[in-house]
């Protein structure tokens, strides 16, 4: 029992789990408010607006400068690790998820031509990347979410 106090009383842990959560959230709000259709698969997905990953990073190297300075080694590897996270969902990620789209508009030209069906299993995963704009609102929510929680 003394370990999950002491997981709820880590406020860095804390703050990256409500940070991420808090995103999915909107995520998942945002996606119905604009396609008029509630999917639920939005709140443990990857893509979409706010980026879960950079409130998460971003969360966590605020509350690790609050809680241990930011002169501290935990700072700067928390700081590193969300630039590199945050950079990665911009880039790679990103070009993955349009790569993605562009195969699955050709399995299903293929599709129609051979009159097979690929069930959607055998698809590519569209959402997997940000823009620049997603990032920098789940960095912003994240360090919202780092203050609020150290106040």
Sequence with gaps: MEYI???LSNKILVSGLIGWA???ILKTIIFLIVNKKLQLERLFGDGGMPSGHSATVSAVALSAGL???FAS???AIATI????VMHDAMGVRLETGKQAKVLN???ELMEKLSG???SNEEKLKE????TPLQVVMGCVLGLLVGFVLHL
Excluded: D, K, R, Y
Excluded at 81 to 84: E, P, Q, T
């Design 67 to 69: 809680e241990c300075g």
């Design 5 to 7: 106090n002491q997981l």
């Design 105 to 107: 508009e050709m399995t």
């Design 116 to 118: 097979t069906e690929l």
């Design 81 to 84: 690790m969300a630039i590199v």
């Design 73 to 75: 080694p935990v700072f």
């Design 127 to 130: 959402f997997v990347g940000h």
């Design 22 to 24: 808090s995103a999915q």
